[in-house]
């Protein structure tokens, strides 16, 4: 069994940070990309952020210079920094890691449950 279990979410204003952490934990041989993706209410489920194992980087357009991905091998953690908040951040954030399972011995992409994020104007 893996889980991934996200923390961090809340109500900020507009202009506001927030960071939001993830930890996975379970039958982890090893984890491959791990990432931020987020769903805001009526919208299809888009990427936010993603980091490769070796700390290669990556951001959707609408998050460049004010979002910053980080992980922590050690830990089996990722994170979100985010910086300069605006209300259109609004949504439900996902933490996503691609797993090899030790127990099924197959990699898996791996989702946690999502934390609320709400930027007020």
């Known amino acids: 069994q893996v889980q991934l279990v996200e923390s961090g979410g809340g109500l900020v204003q507009a202009g506001g940070s927030l960071r939001l952490s993830c930890v996975a934990s379970?039958?982890?041989?090893?984890?491959?990309?791990m990432g931020w993706y987020r769903q805001a209410p009526g919208k299809q489920r888009e990427l936010v952020a993603t980091?490769?194992?070796?700390?290669?980087?990556n951001y959707a357009d609408s998050v460049k210079g004010r979002f910053t991905i980080s992980r922590d091998n050690t830990k089996n953690t990722v994170s979100l920094q985010m910086n300069n908040l605006k209300p259109e951040d609004t949504a439900v954030y996902y933490c996503?890691?691609?797993?090899?399972?030790?127990?099924?011995?197959?990699?898996?992409?791996?989702w946690g449950q999502g934390t609320q994020v709400t930027v007020s104007s």
């Open positions: 996503n890691a691609r797993i090899f399972n030790f127990v099924s011995r197959k990699q898996d992409d791996y």
């Open positions: 379970g039958s982890i041989f090893s984890i491959n990309d």
């Open positions: 980091i490769s194992s070796g700390g290669r980087t």
